[in-house]
Each structure stands twice: as C-alpha cells, then as structure tokens.
C-alpha cells in the first residue's frame, strides 16, 4: 500500500498535530490536506498551520492544503479522521468523497467506536451496530468498517487559537485492524507515522486499548466538566478521586465482560493520573468553548454496554444524566 495522498478530515488538536507532523516531516514525499472549518481553517491558509510540541517556545509551521469541501480534493489513499464521535456520522457523505479502492481509514477516536464491532472475534456480538453511535448506519454504509484501523491516541493537545496546536507531552499512538491481523496496510501505516516521528505502536488486540483509555475518558471527561477542574485538581481531591476510582471500576468490569483485556488495575490508573498534572479534559475544552460534548461514546456507551452484559453501571447512569444537562443548559447559554 504506497501512501502518498493523505488527507486529515478534521484538523482540531489530535488530527491537526498530526497533519502537521506529516507534512513537516516528509515534505514532498507525501501530499497532506486537512479538512476544517472557520477560523481555524481561515488560519491554516493565511499562515500556515502551526504546532508547538510539549516545552517548544518556537512553532513548526506546516504549509499544506485545507479546505472545508472534501469533494475538492482527489481520492485518498490514507484518510486519517480527528473529529470526535458525535461529529463523524454528519461527515460520512464528506469522508466517503475521499475513498478509492484501496483507501484506508485511521479512525482516531475516544471512547467506543461506531465500528467496535467489526470482525470481533472475542464477544458474541460480531457485526453489531449501534444506532447511538452511527444515527442510520450512515459510517458502516458509506465509509465502511472494513476499511478501519482503529487508533487510541495518548496525546494531550489543544486548539489555543485559531491556526495553533500546543501538545502537552510527546505523546503515543497505538493502532491495530480491528479483525487483530497484523496486515501489511497496518504496518504501512504505522511505518508512515515513524518516519513523521510520531511514536506509535501496532497492537493485534486493538479493543483492549480502547478499555483501557476508556477507564479515564470515562471518568475524567464529564467529572471535569461538571466541576470545571483541571486533571491535578480532580486528582487532589480525595472524594472525587474515589468517585473516579469507582467509575473506572465499572468500565473495566463491562469491558472484560466483552472479552477484553484491561491489565492495568484501577489502582494503577489512577496512580498513572497523578502524573498528569494541570490539564484541561478534551470534554472541558469543548465546555468553555460552548460546543457540544462527546458524551455518548465516552459514558453512554458503558451504560449501553453494561446492559448489553448485564454489568451493573450505577455511576455511569448518574454521570451520564448529570453531564447531559449540563450539555443542553450549556449550548442553550451559548447560543
């Protein structure tokens, strides 16, 4: 799989880093695009898209094409997708301009993925679809789970102002093909994003990851919006980090009872959290900023789930009611 012509549909924090890295990096050895929208996208063209890695004063700034009309750019052979959960089935008909016949999808995602799914072999629910996740089947029909390598980004970035990505730490990619071969279009892409200087790991059980990064989205997401603190504040406090303690608990619970593999205990994650430091949740980003929240994939989907095994989930349900308010009252206030 020869990939020359990338496009980054969607290039907010996690797919702009991206981006940029790409067409830094490789120079004329690749063609970089990005879809995007508004000022950021405004920004992009007047001056070129720039990244400030974790400590870096000076910015890389990356000259590449954006647009926010997909249907003006040719076929793809790799389409790298950054937008959240809630945000990707209104871009399928967009997304879907870009596919060729061997084009491939890296799905950079949070929480569960519309295609989860898909050639599962380590539940009973192989080809199950969900209406909350994929309204109409719209992704499954018109991009295809097939052409999916899913991704668990361990990256803090933020969108600080239009046009500029500042990372918080040098942050890690892990991808795999959600059937767990190890196929050459995996390894294709995963040798790409080394040669970008993109750390990267290729996993053969790619739904243990998603758990795994799902014990802490699931938690620090919407309790940091509710309360409006930083990742060091939630973790300071002994009664919310019991309370994120017990939402892990669950997560971990409905996720082996799926068939996956979440190895590192509660403890551990949360003991991996103190680390972190003053950070601001991707769900507190959206808050301040009055857009919507990506509430379904990262906390009713557990619930869903949880139904699904028959694992109780009662904080999750109570998280989910609470920061679904919060949603509505807040985009009511912003409009």
Request: proline share 5%; hydrophobic share 40%.
């Amino acid at each position: 799989m020869p990939i020359r012509n990338i496009c980054v549909f969607g290039a907010g924090a996690l797919g702009g880093a991206i981006a940029s890295k790409l067409a830094s990096s490789l120079g004329e050895a690749v063609n970089v695009s990005v879809v995007a929208r508004g000022a950021h996208l405004e920004a992009i063209r007047r001056d070129g898209l720039k990244l400030f890695d974790a400590g870096a004063e000076i910015p890389k700034t990356a000259r590449l094409t954006a647009t926010d009309d997909p249907t003006r750019l040719p076929a793809q052979d790799l389409v790298i997708t950054g937008l959240k959960g809630h945000q990707l089935s209104p871009a399928a008909e967009g997304i879907s301009h870009l596919l060729g016949d061997r084009t491939r999808v890296l799905t950079i995602l949070n929480g569960i993925p519309w295609w989860y799914f898909h050639s599962d072999k380590g539940s009973r629910h192989a080809e199950l679809q969900f209406e909350e996740l994929d309204p109409g089947g719209k992704l499954w029909r018109m991009v295809g789970p097939e052409r999916v390598i899913g991704c668990v980004a361990h990256q803090g970035a933020e969108v600080s102002q239009p046009g500029v990505i500042r990372l918080s730490n040098d942050g890690h990619f892990i991808i795999g093909e959600p059937s767990g071969d190890v196929s050459g279009d995996l390894q294709d892409v995963e040798s790409l994003l080394r040669s970008a200087r993109i750390g990267v790991t290729v996993s053969s059980r790619i739904r243990d990851d998603i758990w795994s990064k799902l014990m802490g989205n699931a938690s620090f997401n919407p309790i940091s919006a509710l309360t409006r603190s930083l990742m060091s504040a939630l973790m300071a406090d002994t009664a919310v980090s019991y309370q994120i303690g017990k939402v892990m608990t669950e997560v971990k619970a409905v996720g082996e009872a799926l068939g996956a593999n979440v190895g590192m205990s509660v403890e551990q994650r949360l003991e991996q959290a103190r680390q972190i430091g003053p950070v601001r949740t991707s769900m507190l980003q959206d808050l301040l900023a009055g857009k919507p929240l990506e509430i379904t994939p990262l906390v009713g989907m557990v619930v869903v789930l949880g139904r699904l095994t028959e694992v109780p989930t009662p904080v999750s349900e109570t998280l989910l009611a609470l920061v679904s308010e919060l949603d509505r009252e807040n985009r009511r206030t912003f409009q």
